[in-house]
């Protein structure tokens, strides 16, 4: 199928894209990577009035090293991720995760921003967002805000965003040097979207974990982060029992989808089974 018939605009700049977005309401959608809204458009799922297309804002795209942070343009292309020294080295996490992203047509056309601002709840970039307690930058007519990872994804497909507002940059933490990173998922086929997917950082000392985040794709209408198992990890450490105990309470936590592709009781079970494999792996590293 072929989209609706729609009015297309290619700004040079993030303030014509914002003047364009505020001047057409509702009728206007901003497009990115082109990953999700094109075959919604195709198959008629969307229907906007107006694309605004943000790949020829070149202000958009980089990935800094700041420090402590690690800042990345919302236009920034997933395949530039995946092949970041940077985020090899600092984002490791991050890294591991982008592999994972569909296949390389859609790593190298889709954005870190683009996937962050659609909150799939079955996409892997927001899980890492959650799980490293990064924050997005937004632009508006009102001017610049900030976005914790916490505030940002409301449901499935939805966002705190205006309407009026673009996406444009993401920050992330780097992960802290001797940290360990692991994702485990679950999916029918390499590529596919994740049924489950649940991210993990661990902080060690000994058997002692002084920090833990532990963040799911898949399993809830969006992805969000499994508190009292971090909670309980950061009490009462690293031991075969704890994991496993901890696994169980990351399962009691979660409320799961049902679906054409796994019921309610599946996610659960994924749940504590990819969440005790991936802290076993993390807190190996």
């Known amino acids: 199928m072929k989209p609706a018939s729609f009015e297309y605009h290619a700004p040079a700049t993030v303030e014509e894209a914002l003047f364009l977005l505020q001047a057409n309401g509702p009728d206007a959608r901003v497009l990115a990577g082109g990953q999700s809204l094109i075959p919604m458009m195709n198959f008629r799922l969307a229907a906007p009035g107006i694309v605004i297309d943000l790949n020829r804002i070149p202000e958009l795209s ?118 360990g990173c692991a994702i485990e998922e679950f999916a029918r086929r390499r590529g596919d979207f994740a049924i489950a997917a ?20 898949g399993i809830s209408a969006h992805s969000r982060r499994l508190r009292v198992a971090e909670s309980f990890l950061e009490q009462e450490g690293l031991s075969e029992s704890a994991i496993a105990r901890a696994a169980e309470m990351a399962a009691e936590d979660v409320e799961p ?29």
Do not use: W
């Open 62 to 179: 980089y990935i800094k090293d700041e420090g402590n942070v690690i800042s990345i343009g919302a236009m920034t292309r997933q395949r530039a991720i995946e092949f970041s020294a940077i985020v090899a080295e600092k984002l490791p996490l991050l890294c591991q995760a982008i592999k994972l992203v569909g296949h390389l047509p859609t790593r190298s056309r889709g954005t870190i921003g683009g996937s962050i601002a659609n909150a799939d709840p079955a996409a892997e970039i927001p899980m890492v967002l959650q799980a490293l307690d990064g924050e997005v930058i937004v632009r508006g007519p009102k001017g610049q805000r900030t976005i914790t990872a916490s505030e940002l994804f409301r449901d499935a497909m939805t966002t705190s965003l205006a309407a009026d507002e673009i996406l444009i940059e993401v920050r992330l933490p780097r992960v802290p040097a001797g940290a």
């Open 198 to 217: 649940v991210g993990v950082v661990i902080t060690r000392k000994g058997r002692d974990c002084t920090r833990a985040r532990i963040a799911t794709a």
């Open 257 to 285: 989808l049902s679906d054409q592709h796994a019921s309610m009781a599946y996610r659960r079970q994924l749940t504590q089974v990819l969440t005790e494999r991936a802290v076993r792996r993390a807190a190996m590293a």
